[in-house]
DNA sequence: GCTTAATCGAGACGGTACGTCGTGTCTTTGC
DNA sequence: GCAAAGACACGACGTACCGTCTCGATTAAGC
């Protein structure tokens, strides 16, 4: 069987390190060391070890197709429930949350990588939201996008209070109500 | 006339500091280096650069009081535009926008800070504006309040779009019409 | 008009790179990209920047046959100072004295390259003075020879002192009286 | 007992580790890992690994006394047979030889290290052997010296040939006849 | 003349060392 | 007697070369 690329091999040496020394404990060395490269080949494709990671979650994330199922029963408040639970399952997952607010959060200091996951999976996202409110007959369906996930990321960046379902479903029928 | 204090002179350094070298550009030995003190000293009373800055940052924004002023003019949809305004306005103030986001973005790493400025900061500002609506009659001040703020910080932090007058108003006219 | 054969190439870049950088400098990355070769190329032929430059220096100094013309004139004494006054001159040639010093210090961790200069240039050289002397009657011609050239060697390496006409003159003598 | 102070450290780990590798397996990185110590430190007080070991050399060869003990027995032959019988045995001790002259021959290429040498042992050295040569009547004892010790070093550092009896008693009467 | 092979340039690769910078601790020194 | 100054062990930085390797492209030879 054949060697992994090198790319894989630094994906899965950089998914692996994170797990035990976090964010701030990664290092291009520590990387180059992990996934048994020279460092010089690391920076021949990534600029920081927050790049790699990027890299990695995003080809993790685009692999499993990430595409968000926007569900479309006919009953609007019903499937605005359902998906704003499955994301707040997502942002709460044990495993995830902490490296995904982490990085999240660091992405902010480089425009480019911001740039590009905005690109490639939070505009598409956003967008498939606001179709579903559009065949809804919603007038202004990017903007009541924005009101329904505002909170919810507002609410998990800074932790200003915890996701319950009483908190979820009347921020649902609050949308609802600015929807119209 | 006497020599500045210890922390005065921390204080004014870190600020001077960052401003030419950026966030990622603050170290304990420039700092002890530009403020004209140890490094002992500096580790006696905060453990990294970013708690210094925050110190700092917010000693002088505690220093000029620091109250969101929420006005109540009677008419809650003006009084909710410019409030809207203001925060706008100071979000996107080209001097302290990036230093700002830079900050607050970093400070989800370290869960005390982040404690800190909630408390210090952001909940009284957001209690003020809650407060506003509740005299207002809306049912739920708190979770609208949040419905006012979130897409706020998400638009910045995520700089999803620009704050133009008419995405302002859209916003306040929803929120209204979510708050009955 | 045919490119130049590959090593003529090479000899060009090393004798041209190392008035550049100097002998510390040569590297065989440089070598390479200065010769317009894969560093492949290079390794098939030499095993170090240094064997490259021995390589040149011999070749370009044997290309002018090198041949130590020795003078017999019948006048030992006279012929000795004018064989001594060229070396001298040789070695304190400003241009390449330094370079000489640099790389036949360097050859004597190289017992191969030693062993190879020995052969091709310092033996023969040797072999005509010690001939010399010997058509002069000296019982010892070999070691009359060492007697000589050892302390301009000597003076020349440890660079313990200049090489003045008087001294040059008196160190002629000083062997004349010894070859008896 | 206390920790031996860095110095000395740095000095007995360059002298172990010199045996092992070589001089050109010398390198800052392993003489810090070796010395237990950082790197930095190194840089502190010398610039490359050949500093280190010179330095080390020079503390080891002062430190037991490093005078030339030049015999004077009133008679000057067999007194220059002793003194070069001994340079000779130094020069050829087996364990010592090829790092001498791997060392010495460095030096050449850093002119402060090969000044420092000479005004700390050669010299003393040769003013030594000088002053014997000056107290048997000898009229130029300088030059007479270098005559003695120029092939010496000559036939030592290019190895033209082995150091024989013979050849010591020859050259020694060589230099006799010289010196009138 | 056309293909098969060998050779070359280019440069990616896994490594090692470079010399610098910052860390957090510990020691010296001068006010 | 305390605080500045900075030495120290440590580890990461980003770069330069190492010597090996795999690529095409180019030549040359053999059929």
Redesign the pocket.
Known sequence: MARPS?VV?VHRAVLDLVREVGVDG?????L??A???????L???W???LHVLFDALLASSTADDGRVEVPDSGDLARDLRTLVDGIVDELTEPAGDALMRDVLTRLQVHPELSAELQQRLLGPQTAAIAERFRRAGVVDPEQVTELLLGPLFHRWLLRTGPFTDGWVRSHVELVLRAAG
Chains 1, 2, 3, 4 share one sequence.
């Open positions: 090198t091999r990664l290092t291009m060395e520590g180059a060391a996934a048994g490269t020279g460092k010089q080949t920076y021949r494709s600029s920081s070890p």
